[in-house]
Each structure stands twice: as C-alpha cells, then as structure tokens.
C-alpha cells in the first residue's frame, strides 16, 4: 500500500454542548486518530495536564509564537486567547496520520482556508435548556460566564451551515457511534482509495 496524506477533522460546538466528552470517547474507542493539543493562555482545570490537555502558556509566550508565524489557528475566546501549531499538524498529515481538531467556529473557518479539504463537524446541543443545565452542573464558571457562553451559542451555532457534518448530542453513545462512522466513511473515499491500494488495483486491472 502506498502512504496517503491524513485526513484532518474538526470538531466545533457551542460550549457546553459535550465536544470534550465526545472527542475523548472517539479517542479511547480505538480509532486511529491523533488529537491537535492546542496551545491556551488560561489557567488549567484541576483535571487537566499540560502537554495533553493543552499547552499552557503565558500570553507573552502565546504572542510570540503568534508573532513568528507558528499557529495555523488563533482566537480570543473569553479573554483567553487559543492557537493550534501549524508545524505539528503539517507533519502530522504528511506522515500519514489522522488528525483532530476540537476547535470554534471562527478557529474552523481559518483552518478550511488553508486546508479545504479537511473534515468539519459541527456537535448541537438537545435545546438551549440542556445546554444551560450542563454549563450549570460543570460548577467551573461564575453565573456572568454562564450567561456569555449560552449568548456566544447562538453565535456558534449560526454557523452550522459552514459544516459537512451535524451530530446531535442528545446521547453520548449514540452522537459517538456517529462520529465513529464519519470518520470511517472519509476514509473510504475513492481518491484515498485509489491511492492506498494503487497496486492492488492494477494488478486487478
């Protein structure tokens, strides 16, 4: 078989819609996909580690890689600012390996500008109310916090339409069960095909 480009996913959502949740599932399902671990100027949650959740940096640290041209993507999201190494992801790709991007919307729409033909999936929440009760039973953020992420929802979710694919997350079983299935289905396709078993089918022809 002949080695082909990877594929690159991304995966946007409102906050609070469970992109983490689902991202983390796909992850330890077996799927041969590699995570994109951004680079983050907030501070960490008590659960997460540096260098696998995310790169925490200082914001100093942060505009000087935006500064020398290192992110593929960048924003601002509440004051925090957010960058995906553009480096890491070429090498990535060549190399073969699939990879995933848990990204916003305005992070997904610089990223397609580069790479048009990565794979962009866009994870809805039940009903604003269920977004609401899951950004209230997270216990990580001031009720003025809460407010600005449901309003920014609505901003996300404006942009659905830039997509290829919309899982709904009303059951994590079900909404992974969907990921797993496009994630496979890209695999298939033709032009991949044709590549990777490029010797198989001439000697078939």
Same mark, same amino acid.
């Given at each position: ?5 990877? !594929? #690159? ?8 819609? +469970?992109?983490?949740? #689902? ?6 399902? +077996? ?7 951004? *680079? ?13 959740? *995310? ?22 999201? *509440? ?40 794979? %962009? ?31 920014? %929802? ?8 830039? *997509?290829?694919?919309?899982?709904? !997350?009303?059951?994590?079983?079900? %909404? ?7 994630? =496979? ?14 010797? #198989? #089918?001439? =000697?078939?022809?």
């Amino acid at each position: 078989m002949i080695a082909t480009p990877g !594929n #690159l996913y991304i995966v946007s959502a409102p906050s609070g819609a +469970g992109k983490t949740s #689902l991202v983390k599932a796909l992850l330890q399902s +077996g799927v041969d996909l590699s995570l994109s671990v951004s *680079y983050t100027t907030r501070p960490a949650r008590p659960e997460e580690v540096d260098g696998r959740d *995310y790169h925490f940096v200082s914001r100093e640290g942060f505009e000087q890689r935006l500064k020398q041209g290192e992110f593929l993507e960048s924003a601002q999201v *509440y004051g925090n600012f957010y960058g995906t190494s553009k480096k890491w992801i070429n090498e990535a790709l060549d190399a073969g390996r699939d990879i995933l991007l848990e990204i916003d919307s305005q992070g997904a729409r610089q990223v397609r500008e580069v790479f048009p033909a990565s794979v %962009a999936i866009f994870v809805l929440p039940p009903s604003l109310e269920v977004l609401e009760a899951r950004l209230r039973n997270r216990a990580q953020d001031s009720l003025e916090v809460i407010s600005q992420r449901l309003a920014s %929802a609505r901003g996300e979710i404006s942009h659905v339409g830039d *997509y290829d694919y919309v899982i709904l !997350n009303d059951r994590l079983d079900r %909404a992974l069960e969907d990921l797993k299935c496009i994630v =496979q289905a890209e695999r298939l396709r033709v032009e991949k095909q044709l590549v990777r078993h490029h010797s #198989l #089918l001439a =000697q078939l022809g």
